[in-house]
C-alpha cells in the first residue's frame, strides 16, 4: 500500500522488522530507515551526516534531506519525506541516475577534503604553538 504520511520513532538500534509508514532514527548510530513508501515492503537504510542526508524534526514529525531515490530497487520509487508528508517526485532516467551518483560524490569528496584541510590547519597551529613554547 502506498504510504503518504510517515510516524518518527526514535531507537537505539534499526528494528529486524519495519513497520510500514515509520521513519525510524537512530541517532546514536546516525542512520534512518524505513519501508519503501511505494508499498514495496523494502527496507530503505539512509546514513545521516554532513556527508550524507541529513535529518530534522519539528512537532515530532520528520524530515529528510536530501530525497530519497531507489534507483536501485525494482520500484525505482523517488519521494520526498517532509515534516512526516511523503511527496512524490519523479522518476529519474538513467543519465539523471548517473549524474546524481556523480554529483552527490562529489560533495562527499568535498566535504572530506575540507575536513581535512581544516585538520591540517589546526595541526599545523598546534605543532607551531608547540615548538614556540618548547
Known amino acids: 500500500m502506498i504510504v503518504n504520511t510517515i510516524a518518527l520513532q526514535h531507537v537505539k538500534y534499526m528494528p529486524s522488522q519495519l513497520s510500514e509508514g515509520t ?4 541517532d546514536e548510530y546516525a542512520l534512518a530507515g524505513h519501508l519503501c513508501a511505494c508499498g514495496c515492503g523494502t527496507k530503505v537504510i539512509t546514513p545521516l551526516g554532513a556527508a550524507e542526508w541529513t535529518y530534522s524534526e519539528r512537532n515530532g514529525r520528520p524530515t ?3 530525497s530519497i531515490g531507489n534507483w536501485q530497487l525494482y520500484c525505482k520509487s523517488h519521494y520526498f ?3 512526516g508528508q511523503i511527496h512524490w517526485a519523479r ?3 538513467d543519465l539523471e ?3 546524481g551518483r556523480a554529483a552527490e560524490q562529489e560533495r562527499r569528496q568535498a ?3 575540507s575536513i ?3 585538520r591540517s590547519l589546526w595541526l599545523q597551529l598546534w605543532n607551531w604553538l608547540r615548538k ?3
Open 132 to 134: 614556540l613554547f618548547a
Open 111 to 113: 566535504y572530506y577534503r
Open 97 to 99: 541516475v548517473v549524474a
Open 23 to 26: 521513519l525510524y532514527v537512530s
Open 81 to 83: 519525506i517532509r515534516e
Open 91 to 93: 522518476e529519474w532516467s
Open 116 to 118: 581535512h584541510l581544516e
Open 64 to 66: 529528510l534531506h536530501p
